[in-house]
């Protein structure tokens, strides 16, 4: 059984276009992140959701807008794509009495050409 | 900003030795640290973990040493073996009850030669 699964795994796509990032976790878990690997592999929260309630919003453009539909999901939406947003995109989620113990799922890995 | 500085950036160990990855952190209010290993084409995986009201924790092979007062921790790997070559990530959270997200170091590439 998968606990944090994302689709797709790989997406290659056009600048300009409109692209959405499924993730499901079936653990329970109350909050869901969104979190941006570039290339040089470090890792930046994007958002998080609590009880479909937006918590954090870094500084990221508005072009990235997350969309949860019910606890376990929690969708990454992009417009207007452009070439720097190539990178891995990991959804984790957590329990919060859990001490913010963060699993993670497989990633999508977003080409922009 | 880099709120949790990592170090090395890449680390070569021979099989049975001992790795040693050091993290340090700026934000005193981070009382959550996590160390988290990712192999490639795959999502980062909680190693272990640890919060401040202790010196140090250990789990089989994978030993944390924590110092509140210097503001830094570090992941010993005891006899490394090749199967632990991956990219190791300490992290740094705030446990206020929030969801927040976990602040990442930079990470350390480490290469277990047999």
């Known amino acids: 059984d998968t606990a944090v699964s994302q689709t797709p795994k790989y997406l290659v796509t056009q600048m300009g276009n409109d692209k959405s990032i499924k993730c499901e976790q079936n653990?329970?878990?109350?909050?869901m992140y969104w979190y941006k690997q570039d290339s040089k592999k470090f890792l930046k929260i994007m958002f998080s959701y609590n009880n479909k309630e937006l918590i954090i919003n870094e500084t990221v453009p508005n072009r990235f807008s997350p969309k949860s539909p019910d606890k376990a999901h929690l969708n990454l939406h992009i417009n207007s794509l452009e070439l720097g947003d190539s990178a891995v995109y990991f959804c984790?989620?957590?329990?919060?009495?859990?001490?913010?113990?963060?699993?993670f799922g497989p990633g999508t890995r977003l080409t922009v050409l | 900003q880099q709120q949790v500085k990592q170090s090395p950036q890449s680390l070569i160990v021979q099989k049975g030795g001992i790795s040693i990855i050091n993290c340090a952190y700026e934000n005193t209010a981070f009382d959550y640290f996590p160390w988290y290993q990712q192999f490639p084409g795959k999502g980062p995986a909680l190693l272990i973990a640890i919060r401040p009201d202790v010196s140090e924790k250990k789990e089989g092979r994978f030993t944390i040493s924590f110092n509140k007062s210097a503001k830094q921790f570090s992941l010993h790997i005891m006899d490394s073996q090749p199967g632990d070559s991956a990219t190791y990530f300490c992290?740094?959270?705030?446990?206020?009850?929030?969801?927040?997200?976990?602040?990442f170091g930079k990470g350390t590439h480490l290469i277990i030669q047999p």
């Open positions: 984790a989620s957590s329990h919060p009495s859990s001490y913010n113990e963060q699993f």
């Open positions: 653990l329970g878990h109350d909050t």
């Open positions: 992290a740094a959270v705030s446990d206020g009850g929030g969801a927040d997200g976990l602040t």
